[in-house]
């Protein structure tokens, strides 16, 4: 590669880092612990999960189900409940060809979905149409409503009641923040549920004959890879 080349290629790269690390020094943990809490809060009360979003977000909400579902999990409890809305390339196309693109998530949210689910929202502009309907569906249907956005206050924002908004304009830079997100939500939430499912040592002294039955796993869950 030529000198200049190199030199341009190298200023690029210090600057996508720059505004990268910039974008993460500026993201609000509070913001993320909350996240995770709701995520918590949703396995406990046997509620689900719809995540949903568009293009490099599509994909970051798929992962992110992916890690929910098996990295998130731990022996003995029972696991969160996580879906993405645009796995099903039939149903998404089917909805956007024959009803609009804007109904993809919203017309799936009016089908699945029940008062007191989870919904995620993951947009850099925060105002695509089909996400801005799917937020507003989320929030006349009883759903609460987590919003993942690049800097913006507008579109999905407002009618989320978590924002999780990323300082930046190159969507490159909002879409590793999103996952850097997810990645620390699902291992807050997976540490959380490590502490619950530590139990007190075993009595050495003989159990009674009339004592309760031993306590059997719902779910068994092997560790993550």
Do not use: W
Not at 199 to 210: G, K, L, V
């Amino acid at each position: 590669m030529p000198t200049d080349q190199a030199n341009g290629g190298n200023r690029q790269l210090e600057s996508y880092l720059g505004e990268l690390a910039r974008a993460l020094a500026l993201l609000d943990r509070s913001a993320v612990t909350r996240y995770a809490e709701q995520l918590g809060l949703a396995r406990a009360e046997g509620r689900q999960v719809f995540l949903l979003g568009n293009g490099g977000s599509s994909a970051t909400a798929s992962h992110h189900v992916t890690d929910l579902l098996k990295t998130s999990a731990v022996p003995d409890c029972a696991p969160l409940r996580a879906f993405c809305l645009s796995d099903s390339t039939p149903l998404t196309t089917a909805i956007a060809n024959d009803i609009a693109y804007e109904e993809v998530f919203a017309y799936q949210l009016a089908a699945y979905a029940r008062p007191g689910d989870l919904v995620v929202a993951l947009s850099c502009s925060g105002t695509s149409p089909n996400v801005v309907r799917a937020g507003d569906m989320a929030r006349r249907n009883g759903q609460r409503l987590v919003a993942l956005t690049g800097d913006t206050a507008a579109g999905v924002a407002p009618l989320a009641d978590l924002h999780i908004r990323v300082a930046s304009s190159n969507h490159g830079v909002i879409e590793d923040v999103h996952m850097t997100v997810c990645h620390a939500a699902s291992q807050l939430l997976r540490a959380d549920l490590e502490r619950q499912s530590i139990r007190p040592a075993r009595d050495a002294s003989p159990r009674r004959e009339d004592g309760p039955p031993p306590q059997t796993s719902l779910v068994n869950v092997p560790e993550p890879a």
